[in-house]
């Protein structure tokens, strides 16, 4: 099984911009499909966006299109969300998750293998 471990997280104003990375250990990250996604309190786990194991696709929830970025390096066994022009209703707790579906699925039932999150505030 695979270890995931999420960094980058922290306190931001509205407007800025924050990477998150998600760093593997114990099995090579070319083997699943990456998820990411968050969770603010009160309210459920939202799909944030994906990508394929080669990182040929990616795919991202309306909220974020166009203003988050997912990439991956393999050879560094990390995934990273680039996350630019952030407003306050991004915050929330951010995770990574790591599947063996072969597309990229919106769904966190999908994803078998999961980080312990990071922390995102964005402040107006």
């Known amino acids: 099984q695979v270890q995931l471990v999420e960094s980058g997280g922290g306190p931001v104003q509205a407007g800025g911009s924050l990477r998150l990375s998600c760093a593997a250990s114990g099995r090579t990250l070319s083997t699943y499909t990456m998820g990411w996604f968050r969770q603010a309190p009160g309210k459920e786990r939202e799909f944030v966006g994906g990508?394929?194991?080669?990182?040929?696709?990616?795919d991202y929830g309306d909220s974020v299109r166009g203003r988050f970025t997912i990439s991956r390096d393999n050879t560094k066994n990390t995934v990273y969300l680039q996350m630019n022009n952030l407003k306050p209703e991004d915050t929330a707790v951010y995770y990574c998750?790591?599947?063996?579906?072969?597309?990229?699925?919106?769904?966190?039932?999908?994803?078998?293998?999961w980080g312990q999150g990071t922390q995102v505030t964005v402040s107006s």
């Open positions: 998750a790591a599947g063996f579906v072969v597309v990229v699925l919106s769904t966190p039932s999908s994803y078998k293998f």
């Open positions: 990508i394929t194991r080669l990182g040929g696709s990616t």
